[in-house]
């Protein structure tokens, strides 16, 4: 009989995970950590990378720290570069970070895609690439990617955000049939609402708040610790014969209809249409 507990065992195992600062990427490395991984924490922010690479650490984990700006090509090659420095083998990668600037699409500058465009989706190519090819060569490994409901349900003023979020989605259908005779794996989770400091400044509406939690059949937000765990499991042996694969960890918002007056209420209360958000 198959010892399941071994399967989420990641004693000895090595990741990496991209936007580990804050929010999903921070609770994803805690998530993997906690399993038993040797983790490398990676961030734009180098220091909040290392503190939480502390705690780890404070914890008696395994846990180094990188910086590392995701919407820079040179910056994520550079980190794939490092785990042999210190680690005998790369089984797992994650990449979390994203970007959203709500605007309707005839409001995006050439500025505002580019920026949406680098982070989403460029950032998701390059990781694949550099993290990739060292996964073909020892012919193992996990990789994990972030999407969004936003790729299968739309608002006004969210959809270059949601086209490339649907981008990540067929990226990993295309890169998963590319390496998966090499044994490596490519999946994605797809969120809907998660609070974290990011979305503070919706969490602290109740009316906004109140009005997102009706659209999920939980009627809740997540946690950061809740998609992590899907992370773990994406990551894990328990998941051997998954890849090309969207794990959705949306507490059921796309199994439903769109609570009532949610365009209206969230196109009139979240600020100016240039206003950008982290979303993780």
């Not at 970070?97 to 580019?114: A, M, Q, S, Y």
């Not at 790729?151 to 979020?165: D, F, N, Q």
């Not at 809907?192 to 997102?212: C, F, K």
């Not at 899907?230 to 890849?243: E, N």
Request: proline share 3%; hydrophobic share 45%.
């Amino acid at each position: 009989m198959t010892d399941n507990r071994r399967l989420f065992d990641f004693t000895g195992k090595t990741a990496v995970v991209l936007g580990a600062a804050s929010g999903i990427g921070k609770s994803s490395a805690e998530a993997l950590a906690s399993l038993g991984a040797r983790v490398m924490r990676a961030d734009r922010t180098g220091e909040g990378a290392e503190a939480t690479a502390a705690a780890i650490r404070a914890q008696g984990g395994s846990a180094i720290s990188e910086s590392c700006d995701a919407a820079v090509s040179a910056d994520v090659t550079a980190l794939a570069a490092k785990p042999a420095e210190a680690f005998p083998r790369l089984d797992i990668v994650v990449t979390t970070p994203g970007l959203n600037i709500r605007k309707t699409i005839v409001d995006h500058t050439d500025e505002d895609l580019d920026r949406v465009i680098n982070l989403n989706i460029k950032d998701t190519v390059w990781f694949f690439q550099a993290f990739g090819r060292i996964m073909v060569k020892q012919r193992v490994g996990s990789l994990i990617a972030c999407s969004s409901v936003r790729a299968v349900t739309i608002e006004p003023g969210l959809a270059v955000y949601g086209s490339t979020k649907a981008a990540i989605r067929l990226l990993v259908k295309g890169f998963a049939s590319e390496v998966g005779r090499f044994g490596v794996r490519v999946n994605a989770i797809t969120l809907s609402i998660t609070e974290t400091v990011l979305t503070g400044p919706i969490t602290r509406r109740p009316d906004i708040y109140n009005l997102y939690a009706g659209h999920t059949v939980l009627n809740r937000w997540s946690s950061a610790d809740e998609v992590a765990t899907a992370v773990a499991y994406l990551a894990s042996d328990v998941a051997s014969y998954v890849s090309g694969s969207t794990l959705f960890v949306d507490g059921g918002w796309t199994a439903i209809e769109p609570a009532d007056g949610l365009d209206g209420i969230v196109a009139l209360s979240l600020g100016s249409p240039g206003e950008a958000t982290l979303v993780r």
